[in-house]
């Protein structure tokens, strides 16, 4: 059986959301429809369907007919980053053996969505603010001027006014990105739509066309998603393996939460449980510490995090991991960092996993 994915367009897909929020992003897709602003940042946890956005943005936008290059800034070191974004010539380095064409280049004339632009290294920023002003930048290695004429879609689960506040990313490019900005909410603000996407990826997974009972319904509405969108995909897909054939979906077979995380027992059970006040309940407490670890960071001299805000950093991601069983894409989102940028504190830290 086809899902909404294979029969409705990004656009037409976030245009069935019903909740009040995600009809913002509607509206400011459309007026970026209008408008055909040369730079848009979306900005929302991870799993909220940002990319969805990007590829809405792009296909209603002046150059649909144009090319959409895509790159996750989050997984590559900045060697390879350069490399992807700038290209190379042949015996720029080590293992160069041929010349690439970087993703900007290829993306002239059309689109480049750079997802996790937070994570883009302090010395590649002023380089990508360079190709954004004048649309002029050279491949590493090389020595011809180059040029490229492409529209901006940024992404990211970062704060980006801290990072700009405190110097670990620049001013100027955070403006040049943010011509046009787009929140997308997470799912525990979208009440409306959880039943509504539970019940699309239920169609999608299920070919018997399986129902949800009532009390997985209320253990649907009650759970906080802090995976949100992808989350709760992954939870249906797995609840429509456990069902075993059964006409509907029970409140136990969609196993909802994580290590220590409470969730309903039975459909009679299915009731909202009370927060935990021994470890971290929801990704704002998270949230929270780790932008007082930002402060310590910001007030240190020279910008050198303290030994007080190693500490935390090293406590806030042990405590992360072992409350998510080690899942390191979950922590990475609920931390607001990058995969690649949770791989290197962990080995900075020493940090098994």
């Not at 209603?60 to 007919?65: A, I, T, Y």
């Not at 160069?96 to 480049?112: H, N, P, Q």
């Not at 603000?189 to 209320?218: P, V």
């Not at 998510?324 to 020493?350: C, D, E, F, P, W």
Request: charged letters at 30%; hydrophobic letters at 35%.
């Amino acid at each position: 059986m086809l899902g909404l994915e294979e029969v409705l367009t990004p656009y037409e897909l976030i245009s069935e959301c019903r909740d009040a929020g995600m009809k913002k992003v509607v509206k400011r897709v459309d007026m970026c429809t209008d408008s055909n602003p040369r730079s848009v940042l979306i900005t929302g946890e991870n799993g909220t369907g940002k990319e969805l956005v990007a590829r809405s943005l792009h296909e209603r936008g002046g150059r649909k007919e144009k090319t959409l290059v895509t790159l996750d800034c989050a997984n590559l070191d900045e060697a390879n980053l350069r490399s992807e974004l700038f290209g190379h010539e042949k015996g720029s380095f080590t293992g160069a053996f041929d010349r690439k064409i970087g993703l900007l280049e290829k993306a002239d004339g059309g689109t480049a969505f750079l997802d996790e632009i937070g994570e883009i290294p302090p010395d590649l920023q002023p380089r990508l603010l360079r190709v954004l002003q004048d649309g002029t930048f050279r491949r590493y290695g090389g020595n011809m001027e180059l040029r490229t004429d492409f529209h901006l879609i940024a992404a990211t689960n970062r704060d980006l006014p801290e990072m700009v506040r405190t110097g670990r990313f620049r001013e100027d490019l955070f403006y040049r990105i943010r011509l046009i900005d787009i929140r997308v909410p997470p799912l525990r603000e979208r009440a409306e739509d959880i039943l509504r996407l539970a019940n699309h990826f239920l169609d999608r997974f299920s070919k018997n066309r399986k129902s949800f009972s009532a009390g997985a319904e209320t253990a649907l509405k009650a759970h906080s998603w802090p995976g949100n969108v992808r989350e709760l995909r992954s939870t249906i897909e797995r609840a429509v393996l456990l069902s075993n054939g059964n006409d509907a979906v029970s409140a136990d077979d969609l196993e909802i939460g994580f290590l220590g995380s409470p969730s309903p027992s039975s459909d009679k059970a299915a009731v909202p449980a009370p927060p935990s006040l021994t470890g971290p309940s929801d990704p704002e407490l998270l949230d929270l510490m780790r932008r007082a670890i930002v402060r310590i960071k910001s007030i240190h001299k020279d910008g050198q995090p303290s030994d007080l805000a190693e500490y935390a950093e090293k406590a806030l991601i042990e405590a992360a991991l072992d409350y998510y069983g080690g899942n390191k894409l979950k922590v990475a989102g609920i931390l607001g960092i990058g995969r690649q940028t949770l791989y290197n504190k962990m080995a900075r830290y020493s940090i098994s996993g």
